[in-house]
């Protein structure tokens, strides 16, 4: 699996992180922030229609749009996370947190927290509006208490806040650690599962995905 790639490699942190960037790179993160300074982020009004839109399809579409919510809720907090590492590298030095410090902070998320944090909206596992319902009340309460304002402060939730996302998740039983695609085909819902663990389908036609990897059920 690909965290797995990234912690076989071992990839180096540059110990330049944090000095000055390309005269290019800072043109194009300013034409993005132009950008990104429209209105793109959906509203309660949109995400109430898109969800009453979805109650009336039949049960593996609205598994389909349901599990694509969930992904984008739990992206939201992978980029807090990312803005939580990026405050810590930005303060940190202005807070007194010296060099050597600030590379270890760094380097001891990086190999396991970090791919994962970036990975797991991948991992989610939604089946009714119940559980969406779970995973916001998750999030968002993780949200709200994991913002930061000091460098002191991101440092300890760049470690607490990845451990306490999917310890709850797991609890709730909203991830899984197969990675999930759906297709829906003229005849079947097909669902295309990387990983090595065994599993059930709750949907229709349940069918077991055996510890085999790129196994693909079809729900008739």
């Known amino acids: 699996m690909k965290q797995k790639i990234m912690q076989d490699k071992q990839v180096p942190i540059p110990d330049n992180i944090g000095q000055s960037l390309s005269l290019r790179t800072q043109q194009l993160i300013h034409h993005l922030e132009e950008l990104w300074k429209r209105p793109y982020q959906p509203s309660s009004e949109m995400l109430k229609r898109v969800i009453e839109f979805l109650a009336q399809l ?18 939201t907090m992978s980029l807090h996370f990312l803005d939580i590492v990026a405050t ?3 303060k940190a030095e202005g807070e007194g947190i010296d060099r050597e410090e600030r590379a270890q902070t760094l380097r001891g998320i990086m190999p396991e927290l970090f791919p994962e ?16 319902i779970t995973l916001s009340n998750i999030t968002f309460s993780l949200y709200t208490l994991s913002q930061v304002e000091t460098a002191e402060d991101a440092q300890g939730w760049m470690y607490e806040l990845p451990v ?3 310890r709850q998740l797991m609890q709730e039983h909203l991830i899984t650690n197969l990675q999930v695609q759906w297709t829906v085909t003229k005849s079947a819902t097909t669902m295309r599962f990387s990983g090595t663990t ?3 389908s709750s949907l229709p036609s349940p069918v077991e ?5 790129n196994k693909t059920p079809t729900i008739a």
């Open 58 to 75: 039949p049960e593996p579409y609205q598994a389909l749009g349901i599990t694509k919510m969930a992904e984008y809720l739990v992206s």
């Open 88 to 90: 810590f590298q930005q």
């Open 117 to 132: 944090m970036m990975g797991i909206s991948k991992q989610v596992f939604i089946r009714t509006l119940d559980d969406l």
């Open 164 to 166: 306490l996302y999917r």
């Open 198 to 200: 065994s599993w059930k």
């Open 209 to 213: 995905v055996l510890p085999t990897t």
